[in-house]
DNA sequence: CAGCAATATGTAAACGATTACATTTCTTAA
DNA sequence: TTAAGAAATGTAATCGTTTACATATTGCTG
């Protein structure tokens, strides 16, 4: 095991008490500004470094925040823990990191993983079951404030980042609408999800609005990879009941249709359009391009993780906020009507 | 703050000496067996949860391992992550992530924070500027066990876990000429990586094997990201200077090539065929679905976590290992000569 | 020159857990 | 009967840092 140097080594080295170095080191006013030099001198040459356990033990306070992200496959939730790093660094906390896997059992033991660490606060993404509400409010209610982003639970009370899903689905909808499309569905997420729901409500609102029928058939449940989209898609050729446009839950979902399409000779968006949601960069590599929505990825992760920070200052003295950040609808080809444009 | 209950506080309600309890809750032998029992019964009753800084800080140990990546932006790292965590976790270390961002002034930045937090050991892919070798040797005689993979410095000896980028890349280019290709490019990746190193010397052997001239314009750096290859094949179709084969030196950097193929007009794999390296899903969901070489991703985390808590429990009386594991080239549509198989 | 700030430093307890050593009580063998 | 050992528990130091409080020295005011 290595040895590091403490604060009384340089005590020892120095003659003085370890309390004059730790109030030299941290800069207190009731201390010689010579000592002061000496000790920081001695400091630099001995390579002292602060143990941060030693630190947090005494401070009572561990500096870390925990984070839990049902994936991190997808290029989504890494870009959001990008933004919650750089967030979380200029804090001086710490993050620990963990992955629920889409499964409420590993979500529920990664929150005690971070309870028993001491984090001070939770930043967490649920899993598509719709996670563990009680564990939630009991986390919430013991003291440990927690902050939800993009997936969140509708019966829990705290603070919230998310986008306006509905607004954006209405819009990808009315889009495909306006672009002369006749007949539209809808694949969509994993019914527990607030997320999966808004967008079909949106979805479902932006049809009546134009007075287009929406029946059961025209709304088909695909999850959230691309592997579901793809046979769902397959089932939709077998039986011959193809749309002309599908607005998809997702960016993956929208390319394993897309594969079903080009298996089966389909071609997009002469045959069927697409839409996705919350857009990679393969969203402009793919070929054609795809349409998407585009997250404000970065941002949600900063949002979130200062939203965070707050509680934890505050000690929950401020009140709780559900902040909804805008994001972008990206046209592209996928879902150009060819036969209007002509 | 959260008030957690300590060992003195059982020791308190029961009236007996905080060693007491500890020795209890260790499960040691010179404690009566109705006092222990009396002991976990006050415990659970009360909640008690060990303070893990504490037992750090008394144990000198951490428990904790550090990690490096470039990023998690790409498949690949989050996979490997996974596997890294599995380990991990059995062990009942914690995982502490950081992101370089492909700078080595944030990656010696990286290791200091992990270093200050008493990691027990570092995991590493250095970036693609080819990293701070002297400060890992730094780490390494100080006594922190560091196991490098994918990306490994050559001029440090410690741990590694790669896979045989060499031979891949060899078979990867014999495809290609089997397949009755006969212009063929390499893009090869950052200079300064030695998997670049390897993928190239690949390229090259193999096509000297069957002699074939490789000079200077056919060998194009193009760097690990797609936008990159973009650029590098935008100017080549520029200069009318196409190859009717690329092996690009990863994923990225093909589906880079392929769109500006496409915004050229040009067929893959009629005009230009593509092999790329180290694939993700998108390879099989892109049109044509593109030639690659498959890691095994989850295990080289695995491995390498492995090597680490090797190196860690033996205080590093083992001595170091290379661990090449095999990975495996998948054929699809991008690399088939078409010419031929008619 | 008494008395009081202001300045600078030291002493010791604290954070929560572990553990070497000391102490007490009880067995047991010579 | 007694010395030695086992069994069970307590005392106190320790890990590295912070900080309330105590102390010592100096300068300044009336």
């Known amino acids: 095991m290595k040895k590091y140097t403490t604060i009384k080594d340089i005590a020892r080295s120095l003659n003085v008490s370890t309390a004059t170095v730790s109030r030299a080191l941290a800069d207190r006013w009731d201390v010689n500004a010579e000592t002061k030099k000496m000790i920081l001198e001695e400091a630099k040459r001995l390579n002292y470094r602060p143990n941060p356990i030693a630190t947090r033990l005494q401070n009572k306070r561990s500096k870390t925040i925990g984070l839990v992200v049902p994936e991190f496959q997808s290029a989504f939730f890494p870009q959001v823990i990008a933004g919650i790093q750089k967030v979380v660094d200029e804090a001086g906390f710490q993050l620990l990191i963990t992955q629920s896997q889409e499964s409420n059992e590993i979500e529920a033991k990664n929150l005690c993983l971070l309870e028993d660490n ?34 969140v639970p509708t019966q829990v009370d705290a603070p919230k980042v998310v986008i306006d899903d509905y607004k954006l689905a209405f819009f990808a909808t009315e889009h495909l609408i306006y672009n002369g499309f006749k007949k539209i569905y809808h694949f969509q997420g994993p019914v527990n999800l607030s997320v999966a729901k808004e967008r079909k409500r949106g979805f479902i609102n932006a049809m009546k609005k134009h007075n287009k029928t929406v029946d059961d058939s025209s709304i088909i449940t695909a999850g959230v990879f691309s592997e579901k989209g793809y046979l769902a898609m ?83 003295k401020v009140p709780y906020r559900t902040e909804s950040l805008t994001a972008k609808m990206n046209v592209r080809k996928s879902s150009i009507n060819t036969r209007l444009t002509k």
Chains 1, 2 share one sequence.
């Open 234 to 316: 397959q089932k939709l050729i077998i039986q011959s009941d193809l749309p002309d446009a599908i607005f998809c839950f997702n960016d993956p979902t929208a390319l394993g249709v897309l594969k079903a399409m080009k298996e089966a000779g389909l071609r997009c968006p002469e045959d069927v359009a697409l839409v996705g949601f919350s857009e990679t960069e393969i969203a402009q590599l793919i070929e054609p391009p795809l349409t998407s929505i585009k997250q404000p990825t970065y941002e949600i992760g900063e949002m979130a993780a200062r939203l965070l920070l707050e509680q934890i200052e505050s000690e929950g």
């Open 118 to 151: 001491m984090v001070e606060g939770i930043l967490i993404s649920i899993t598509r079951d719709g996670g563990n509400d009680d564990f939630y409010k009991q986390l919430i209610d013991s003291g440990i404030p927690m902050v939800f982003f993009n997936r």
